[in-house]
């Protein structure tokens, strides 16, 4: 599946939604499927810096996919990180690096966040980027 099928399909399950509080408890709910991050990578070297909350990620590659694993100390940004994982793991690290963000956007999770959550949004999204740009490299 497309980085932009998967963004649409979260677009349309967001929409589903009268208010706020019943999306946030859709995002807990797909932070409860979270691929979990191994205890062995749980380290400070994949904390995400800019984050108030601690999340890790974890990324390999497999069959030139990148495929990510993750886990926070807190539910609200477990969810956000979960929906960041189902849009870009197992996909191919160029597609990565192209793919917009404008789904945010479109869910209206940006706006619904405090400026400290949004900001370590922005750095969740941008630490994905890295490790694609980090593999793609790899692959050249």
């Not at 869910?107 to 890295?130: D, Y």
Request: proline letters at 2%.
């Amino acid at each position: 599946m497309t980085i932009k099928a998967i963004q649409e399909d979260l677009i349309d399950e967001f929409s589903m939604f009268e208010d706020w509080e019943e999306r946030y408890q859709y995002m807990i709910d797909l932070g409860k499927t979270l691929p979990l991050i191994e205890d062995a990578y749980k380290t400070q070297d994949n904390v995400i810096k800019g984050c108030q909350s601690k999340v890790w990620v974890h990324a390999e590659m497999d069959d030139d996919k990148v495929v990510f694993t993750a886990d926070s100390d807190a539910i609200i940004t477990k969810g956000i990180i979960a929906i960041l994982i189902r849009v870009f793991s197992n996909q191919h690290p160029k597609d990565i690096i192209a793919a917009d963000t404008d789904f945010i956007d479109e869910i209206g999770l940006k706006e619904h966040l405090s400026p400290t959550r949004a900001n370590g949004l922005v750095s969740m999204i941008k630490q994905l980027k890295m490790y694609a740009i980090a593999y793609q490299t790899q692959l050249n």
